[in-house]
Protein backbone atom coordinates (compact mmCIF):
# COMPACT_ATOMS: atom_id res chain seq x y z
CA UNK A 1 0.00 0.00 0.00
CA UNK A 2 3.11 2.25 0.91
CA UNK A 3 4.54 1.04 -2.84
CA UNK A 4 0.93 2.02 -4.62
CA UNK A 5 0.75 5.44 -2.46
CA UNK A 6 3.76 6.30 -3.62
CA UNK A 7 3.32 5.36 -7.09
CA UNK A 8 0.00 7.34 -7.13
CA UNK A 9 1.94 10.58 -5.89
CA UNK A 10 4.71 10.09 -8.34
CA UNK A 11 2.17 10.18 -11.44
CA UNK A 12 1.33 7.18 -11.85
CA UNK A 13 -1.91 6.02 -13.53
CA UNK A 14 -4.09 3.75 -11.13
CA UNK A 15 -4.79 1.08 -14.27
CA UNK A 16 -1.05 0.61 -14.16
CA UNK A 17 -0.73 0.11 -10.44
CA UNK A 18 -3.55 -2.61 -11.10
CA UNK A 19 -1.32 -3.83 -13.54
CA UNK A 20 1.71 -4.37 -11.98
CA UNK A 21 2.87 -7.86 -10.86
CA UNK A 22 4.15 -8.64 -8.06
CA UNK A 23 7.80 -8.63 -9.16
CA UNK A 24 7.22 -5.13 -10.30
CA UNK A 25 6.29 -4.22 -6.30
CA UNK A 26 8.70 -5.83 -4.93
CA UNK A 27 11.15 -3.92 -7.51
CA UNK A 28 9.47 -1.01 -6.48
CA UNK A 29 9.81 -1.80 -2.60
CA UNK A 30 13.18 -2.29 -3.46
CA UNK A 31 13.79 0.64 -4.78
CA UNK A 32 11.78 2.34 -2.18
CA UNK A 33 14.12 1.40 0.48
CA UNK A 34 17.07 2.61 -1.29
CA UNK A 35 15.45 5.71 -2.05
CA UNK A 36 14.69 5.91 1.74
CA UNK A 37 17.86 5.15 2.59
CA UNK A 38 19.61 7.63 -0.23
CA UNK A 39 17.25 10.24 1.30
CA UNK A 40 18.69 9.71 4.90
CA UNK A 41 21.68 9.83 3.48
CA UNK A 42 20.91 13.30 1.85
CA UNK A 43 19.28 14.61 5.17
CA UNK A 44 22.84 13.64 6.85
CA UNK A 45 24.66 15.60 4.25
CA UNK A 46 22.07 18.10 4.43
CA UNK A 47 22.43 18.50 8.07
CA UNK A 48 26.29 18.47 7.28
CA UNK A 49 25.90 21.33 4.83
CA UNK A 50 23.56 23.18 7.16
CA UNK A 51 26.56 23.25 9.75
CA UNK A 52 28.95 24.10 7.37
CA UNK A 53 26.45 26.77 6.10
CA UNK A 54 25.64 28.00 9.59
CA UNK A 55 29.43 28.08 10.15
CA UNK A 56 29.52 29.64 6.88
CA UNK A 57 27.08 32.12 7.73
CA UNK A 58 29.51 32.89 11.52
CA UNK A 59 32.26 33.36 9.18
CA UNK A 60 30.13 35.54 6.75
CA UNK A 61 29.10 37.89 9.46
CA UNK A 62 32.47 38.13 10.97
CA UNK A 63 33.52 38.90 7.23
CA UNK A 64 30.85 41.20 6.85
CA UNK A 65 32.05 42.76 10.21
CA UNK A 66 35.19 43.16 8.72
CA UNK A 67 34.16 44.41 5.74
CA UNK A 68 32.45 47.12 7.57
CA UNK A 69 35.77 47.92 9.56
CA UNK A 70 37.25 47.45 6.06
CA UNK A 71 34.54 49.96 4.58
CA UNK A 72 35.15 52.31 7.63
CA UNK A 73 38.89 52.20 7.00
CA UNK A 74 38.22 52.66 3.12
CA UNK A 75 36.13 55.74 4.22
CA UNK A 76 39.48 57.21 5.71
CA UNK A 77 41.28 56.03 3.10
CA UNK A 78 38.94 58.01 0.76
CA UNK A 79 38.81 61.11 3.39
CA UNK A 80 42.73 60.78 3.69
CA UNK A 81 42.83 60.62 -0.31
CA UNK A 82 40.57 63.71 -0.50
CA UNK A 83 42.97 65.58 1.83
CA UNK A 84 45.69 64.07 -0.04
CA UNK A 85 43.86 65.77 -3.52
CA UNK A 86 43.52 68.96 -1.83
CA UNK A 87 47.55 68.83 -0.91
CA UNK A 88 47.81 67.58 -4.05
CA UNK A 89 46.05 70.34 -5.57
CA UNK A 90 47.57 72.59 -3.26
CA UNK A 91 50.79 71.67 -4.16
CA UNK A 92 49.28 71.80 -7.92
CA UNK A 93 48.60 75.44 -7.39
CA UNK A 94 51.53 76.08 -5.87
CA UNK A 95 53.58 74.67 -8.66
CA UNK A 96 51.78 76.77 -10.72
CA UNK A 97 52.94 79.47 -8.84
CA UNK A 98 56.38 78.46 -8.92
CA UNK A 99 55.55 77.59 -12.52
CA UNK A 100 54.73 81.36 -13.17
CA UNK A 101 57.33 82.72 -11.25
CA UNK A 102 59.96 80.81 -13.16
CA UNK A 103 58.15 81.77 -16.24
CA UNK A 104 58.81 85.53 -14.79
CA UNK A 105 62.31 84.48 -13.41
CA UNK A 106 62.99 83.32 -17.02
CA UNK A 107 61.30 86.32 -18.69
CA UNK A 108 63.54 88.64 -16.29
CA UNK A 109 66.80 86.32 -17.34
CA UNK A 110 65.59 86.44 -21.11
CA UNK A 111 65.93 90.69 -20.55
CA UNK A 112 69.31 90.48 -18.20
CA UNK A 113 70.38 88.44 -21.13
CA UNK A 114 69.68 91.32 -23.84
CA UNK A 115 71.13 93.62 -21.75
CA UNK A 116 74.14 91.66 -20.72
CA UNK A 117 74.70 90.70 -24.54
CA UNK A 118 74.43 94.77 -24.92
CA UNK A 119 76.89 95.05 -22.37
CA UNK A 120 79.04 92.23 -23.62
CA UNK A 121 78.84 94.69 -26.99
CA UNK A 122 80.16 97.53 -25.39
CA UNK A 123 82.33 95.73 -23.17
CA UNK A 124 83.98 94.50 -26.41
CA UNK A 125 84.28 98.11 -27.27
CA UNK A 126 86.11 98.51 -24.49
CA UNK A 127 88.04 95.92 -24.66
CA UNK A 128 89.37 96.38 -28.04
CA UNK A 129 89.82 100.56 -26.85
CA UNK A 130 91.74 99.14 -23.51
CA UNK A 131 93.91 96.83 -25.97
CA UNK A 132 95.07 99.75 -28.01
CA UNK A 133 95.81 101.44 -24.81
CA UNK A 134 98.20 98.23 -23.68
CA UNK A 135 100.02 98.44 -26.35
CA UNK A 136 100.46 102.10 -26.03
CA UNK A 137 101.39 101.82 -22.66
CA UNK A 138 103.63 97.95 -23.42
CA UNK A 139 105.90 101.00 -25.45
CA UNK A 140 105.80 103.02 -22.37
CA UNK A 141 106.98 100.31 -20.00
CA UNK A 142 109.97 100.31 -21.26
CA UNK A 143 110.60 104.19 -20.62
CA UNK A 144 109.24 103.52 -17.21
CA UNK A 145 111.54 100.68 -16.42
CA UNK A 146 114.38 103.30 -17.36
CA UNK A 147 113.05 105.77 -15.24
CA UNK A 148 112.56 103.22 -12.50
CA UNK A 149 115.90 103.21 -12.02
CA UNK A 150 116.97 106.78 -11.96
CA UNK A 151 114.28 107.16 -9.26
CA UNK A 152 115.80 104.31 -7.32
CA UNK A 153 119.20 105.65 -8.03
CA UNK A 154 117.52 109.29 -6.90
CA UNK A 155 115.68 107.54 -3.70
CA UNK A 156 119.54 106.52 -2.72
CA UNK A 157 120.35 109.84 -3.25
CA UNK A 158 117.58 111.31 -1.06
CA UNK A 159 118.10 108.93 1.34
CA UNK A 160 121.51 110.56 1.75
CA UNK A 161 120.51 113.71 2.10
CA UNK A 162 117.62 113.11 4.33
CA UNK A 163 120.40 111.76 6.66
CA UNK A 164 122.40 114.43 6.32
CA UNK A 165 119.50 116.68 6.80
CA UNK A 166 118.82 114.55 9.98
CA UNK A 167 122.31 114.83 11.03
CA UNK A 168 122.30 118.94 9.98
CA UNK A 169 119.16 119.20 12.15
CA UNK A 170 120.78 117.60 14.74
CA UNK A 171 123.49 119.95 14.73
CA UNK A 172 120.82 122.87 14.47
CA UNK A 173 119.96 121.54 17.92
CA UNK A 174 123.25 121.55 19.26
CA UNK A 175 123.49 124.46 18.34
CA UNK A 176 120.07 126.20 19.42
CA UNK A 177 120.76 124.68 23.05
CA UNK A 178 124.30 126.45 22.74
CA UNK A 179 123.02 129.63 21.82
CA UNK A 180 120.34 129.28 24.57
CA UNK A 181 122.95 128.35 27.12
CA UNK A 182 124.78 131.80 25.47
CA UNK A 183 121.49 133.52 25.78
CA UNK A 184 121.04 132.80 29.63
CA UNK A 185 124.81 133.50 30.06
CA UNK A 186 123.84 136.75 28.19
CA UNK A 187 120.93 137.60 30.11
CA UNK A 188 122.93 136.73 33.83
CA UNK A 189 125.90 139.07 32.21
CA UNK A 190 123.83 141.59 31.84
CA UNK A 191 122.03 141.02 34.99
CA UNK A 192 125.57 141.43 36.50
CA UNK A 193 125.80 144.58 34.24
CA UNK A 194 122.67 146.13 35.44
CA UNK A 195 123.53 145.13 38.84
CA UNK A 196 127.17 146.94 38.37
CA UNK A 197 125.91 149.68 36.97
CA UNK A 198 123.01 150.01 39.94
CA UNK A 199 126.28 149.13 42.14
CA UNK A 200 128.22 152.26 40.08
CA UNK A 201 125.14 154.43 40.40
CA UNK A 202 125.18 154.17 44.07
CA UNK A 203 128.29 154.48 44.32
CA UNK A 204 128.67 157.77 42.65
CA UNK A 205 125.77 159.29 44.13
CA UNK A 206 127.90 158.36 47.76
CA UNK A 207 130.47 159.89 46.17
CA UNK A 208 128.84 162.82 44.89
CA UNK A 209 127.77 162.83 49.19
CA UNK A 210 130.99 162.57 50.31
CA UNK A 211 132.34 165.24 47.85
CA UNK A 212 129.56 167.71 48.86
CA UNK A 213 130.16 166.89 52.80
CA UNK A 214 133.67 167.30 52.32
CA UNK A 215 133.41 170.58 50.26
CA UNK A 216 130.73 171.58 52.78
CA UNK A 217 133.34 170.77 55.75
CA UNK A 218 136.26 172.60 53.49
CA UNK A 219 133.94 175.61 53.52
CA UNK A 220 133.35 175.38 56.95
CA UNK A 221 137.21 175.19 57.64
CA UNK A 222 138.10 177.97 55.75
CA UNK A 223 135.13 180.30 57.18
CA UNK A 224 136.62 179.25 60.66
CA UNK A 225 140.35 179.74 59.21
CA UNK A 226 139.55 183.32 58.40
CA UNK A 227 137.52 183.96 60.93
CA UNK A 228 140.52 182.79 63.63
CA UNK A 229 142.88 184.94 61.04
CA UNK A 230 140.36 187.90 61.27
CA UNK A 231 140.00 187.37 64.89
CA UNK A 232 143.84 187.34 65.08
CA UNK A 233 144.49 190.28 62.64
CA UNK A 234 141.97 192.36 64.82
CA UNK A 235 143.76 191.23 68.13
CA UNK A 236 147.01 191.96 66.30
CA UNK A 237 145.70 195.31 65.58
CA UNK A 238 143.92 195.92 68.52
CA UNK A 239 147.04 195.07 70.98
CA UNK A 240 149.98 195.28 68.53
CA UNK A 241 152.18 192.34 69.78
CA UNK A 242 155.35 192.27 69.12
CA UNK A 243 157.12 191.61 66.18
CA UNK A 244 158.45 188.67 66.93
CA UNK A 245 155.00 186.91 68.10
CA UNK A 246 153.32 188.36 64.96
CA UNK A 247 155.98 186.79 62.63
CA UNK A 248 155.15 183.85 64.10
CA UNK A 249 151.79 183.88 64.36
CA UNK A 250 152.34 184.81 60.45
CA UNK A 251 154.18 181.71 59.79
CA UNK A 252 151.68 179.32 61.69
CA UNK A 253 149.24 180.67 59.29
CA UNK A 254 150.98 180.00 56.41
CA UNK A 255 151.74 176.72 57.53
CA UNK A 256 148.44 176.15 58.10
CA UNK A 257 146.94 177.73 54.65
CA UNK A 258 149.84 175.58 53.88
CA UNK A 259 148.55 172.56 55.25
CA UNK A 260 144.77 173.23 53.97
CA UNK A 261 146.17 173.83 50.45
CA UNK A 262 147.78 170.31 50.58
CA UNK A 263 144.85 168.57 52.06
CA UNK A 264 142.66 170.52 49.39
CA UNK A 265 144.82 169.20 47.31
CA UNK A 266 145.10 165.68 48.81
CA UNK A 267 141.11 165.80 48.44
CA UNK A 268 141.19 166.85 44.85
CA UNK A 269 143.59 164.39 43.55
CA UNK A 270 141.60 161.79 45.18
CA UNK A 271 138.52 162.30 44.24
CA UNK A 272 139.68 163.15 40.26
CA UNK A 273 141.65 159.25 40.98
CA UNK A 274 138.21 158.58 42.25
CA UNK A 275 136.05 159.68 39.21
CA UNK A 276 138.91 158.28 37.00
CA UNK A 277 139.06 154.93 38.43
CA UNK A 278 135.31 155.69 38.13
CA UNK A 279 135.20 156.61 34.56
CA UNK A 280 137.24 153.73 33.38
CA UNK A 281 134.96 151.35 35.26
CA UNK A 282 132.59 152.41 33.38
CA UNK A 283 134.21 152.47 30.10
CA UNK A 284 135.15 148.52 30.52
CA UNK A 285 131.87 147.92 31.43
CA UNK A 286 130.81 149.83 28.30
CA UNK A 287 133.39 148.16 26.24
CA UNK A 288 132.16 144.80 27.78
CA UNK A 289 128.69 145.84 26.73
CA UNK A 290 129.42 146.44 23.01
CA UNK A 291 132.13 142.98 23.33
CA UNK A 292 129.03 141.49 24.07
CA UNK A 293 126.72 143.83 21.22
CA UNK A 294 129.60 142.75 19.01
CA UNK A 295 129.10 138.96 19.89
CA UNK A 296 125.69 139.27 19.65
CA UNK A 297 125.34 140.81 16.49
CA UNK A 298 127.90 138.24 14.97
CA UNK A 299 126.42 135.27 16.35
CA UNK A 300 122.87 136.79 14.98
CA UNK A 301 124.56 137.33 11.51
CA UNK A 302 125.66 133.90 11.84
CA UNK A 303 122.22 132.11 12.50
CA UNK A 304 121.34 134.18 9.77
CA UNK A 305 123.00 133.06 6.97
CA UNK A 306 123.11 129.61 8.63
CA UNK A 307 118.88 129.66 8.73
CA UNK A 308 119.35 131.02 5.03
CA UNK A 309 121.28 128.27 4.02
CA UNK A 310 119.13 125.64 5.63
CA UNK A 311 115.98 127.55 3.57
CA UNK A 312 117.53 127.13 0.45
CA UNK A 313 118.80 123.52 1.59
CA UNK A 314 114.96 122.94 2.39
CA UNK A 315 113.77 124.74 -0.63
CA UNK A 316 116.02 122.60 -2.68
CA UNK A 317 115.19 119.11 -1.01
CA UNK A 318 111.56 120.35 -1.10
CA UNK A 319 112.22 120.76 -4.63
CA UNK A 320 113.69 117.71 -5.43
CA UNK A 321 110.79 116.06 -2.71
CA UNK A 322 107.86 117.21 -5.11
CA UNK A 323 109.73 116.25 -8.88
CA UNK A 324 110.35 112.74 -7.00
CA UNK A 325 106.53 112.73 -6.29
CA UNK A 326 105.56 114.05 -9.18
CA UNK A 327 107.68 111.42 -10.85
CA UNK A 328 106.17 108.62 -8.18
CA UNK A 329 102.47 110.21 -9.12
CA UNK A 330 103.08 109.52 -12.72
CA UNK A 331 104.41 106.41 -12.32
CA UNK A 332 101.42 105.28 -9.87
CA UNK A 333 98.96 106.78 -12.49
CA UNK A 334 100.43 104.36 -15.28
CA UNK A 335 100.42 101.17 -12.97
CA UNK A 336 97.24 101.66 -11.57
CA UNK A 337 95.95 102.66 -15.26
CA UNK A 338 97.96 99.29 -16.17
CA UNK A 339 96.13 97.27 -13.16
CA UNK A 340 92.85 98.98 -14.38
CA UNK A 341 93.22 97.53 -17.01
CA UNK A 342 94.22 94.24 -16.20
CA UNK A 343 91.42 94.48 -13.74
CA UNK A 344 88.64 95.67 -16.37
CA UNK A 345 89.83 92.31 -18.53
CA UNK A 346 89.81 89.97 -15.28
CA UNK A 347 86.53 91.56 -14.61
CA UNK A 348 85.59 91.31 -17.97
CA UNK A 349 85.86 87.63 -18.31
CA UNK A 350 84.72 86.80 -14.57
CA UNK A 351 81.43 88.78 -16.01
CA UNK A 352 81.15 86.84 -19.01
CA UNK A 353 81.61 83.44 -17.48
CA UNK A 354 79.47 83.81 -14.44
CA UNK A 355 77.25 85.20 -17.02
CA UNK A 356 77.26 82.25 -18.78
CA UNK A 357 77.15 80.15 -15.44
CA UNK A 358 73.98 81.78 -14.65
CA UNK A 359 72.54 80.90 -17.82
CA UNK A 360 73.68 77.20 -16.91
CA UNK A 361 72.53 77.42 -13.81
CA UNK A 362 69.31 78.99 -14.65
CA UNK A 363 68.68 76.25 -17.90
CA UNK A 364 69.83 73.45 -15.08
CA UNK A 365 66.99 75.19 -12.60
CA UNK A 366 64.61 75.02 -15.26
CA UNK A 367 65.03 71.71 -16.31
CA UNK A 368 64.88 70.64 -12.93
CA UNK A 369 61.47 72.09 -12.24
CA UNK A 370 60.37 70.79 -15.18
CA UNK A 371 61.61 67.42 -14.40
CA UNK A 372 60.60 67.93 -10.69
CA UNK A 373 56.92 68.87 -12.25
CA UNK A 374 56.77 65.52 -14.46
CA UNK A 375 57.91 63.62 -11.78
CA UNK A 376 55.11 65.03 -9.32
CA UNK A 377 52.46 64.75 -12.10
CA UNK A 378 54.10 60.70 -12.81
CA UNK A 379 53.47 60.27 -9.34
CA UNK A 380 50.28 61.66 -8.69
CA UNK A 381 48.81 60.13 -11.87
CA UNK A 382 50.17 56.58 -10.10
CA UNK A 383 48.68 57.45 -6.66
CA UNK A 384 44.99 57.99 -8.30
CA UNK A 385 45.76 54.80 -10.75
CA UNK A 386 46.64 52.70 -7.53
CA UNK A 387 43.83 54.35 -5.27
CA UNK A 388 41.37 53.24 -8.03
CA UNK A 389 42.69 50.01 -8.35
CA UNK A 390 43.16 49.26 -4.63
CA UNK A 391 38.92 50.59 -4.44
CA UNK A 392 38.07 48.47 -7.33
CA UNK A 393 39.73 45.31 -6.02
CA UNK A 394 37.99 46.06 -2.70
CA UNK A 395 34.70 46.52 -4.24
CA UNK A 396 35.32 43.31 -6.34
CA UNK A 397 36.15 41.39 -2.92
CA UNK A 398 33.00 42.84 -0.79
CA UNK A 399 30.55 41.85 -4.22
CA UNK A 400 31.73 38.55 -4.14
CA UNK A 401 31.51 38.43 -0.33
CA UNK A 402 27.87 39.78 -0.53
CA UNK A 403 27.00 37.15 -2.99
CA UNK A 404 28.07 34.41 -1.24
CA UNK A 405 25.64 35.98 1.43
CA UNK A 406 22.69 35.87 -0.39
CA UNK A 407 23.60 32.12 -1.82
CA UNK A 408 24.03 30.96 1.89
CA UNK A 409 21.01 32.78 2.82
CA UNK A 410 19.29 31.62 0.11
CA UNK A 411 20.53 27.61 0.43
CA UNK A 412 19.77 28.29 3.72
CA UNK A 413 16.62 25.85 4.81
Not at 214 to 234: D, L
Request: charged share 30%; hydrophobic share 30%.
Amino acid sequence: MDAQKAALLCGVSQKLIEQAGPEVWAHIEELRCNYRENLLDLGMRMQGQIDRLSEQNNELQEQEQNIHEQDAKIQELITRDREQDKKIQQQDTSLRQQDSKIQEQYSQIQQQAACLRQQTVELSQQQIFMQNQAAFFKQQYTVVQEQSLKIQQLNHRVAQLEAENELQAERIRIQDERIRQQDSRLQQQEDRIQQLLKDSWEQQAQHDKRVLRMEEKHQAYIHTQENKRNERFRQIEGYSPEQGQLNDCIANMHLQEKQHHEDIHQMETFISDQEQSFNKRLQRIDEYIQEQDDRMKNQEQLMETRMQEQQQQHLAHNKQMEARMQQQFEERTQCMQHQFEERTQCMQQQFEERMQQQQQQHLAHNRQMEDRMQQQQQQHLAHNKQMEDRMQQQYARMQEQYACIQFSSTAAP
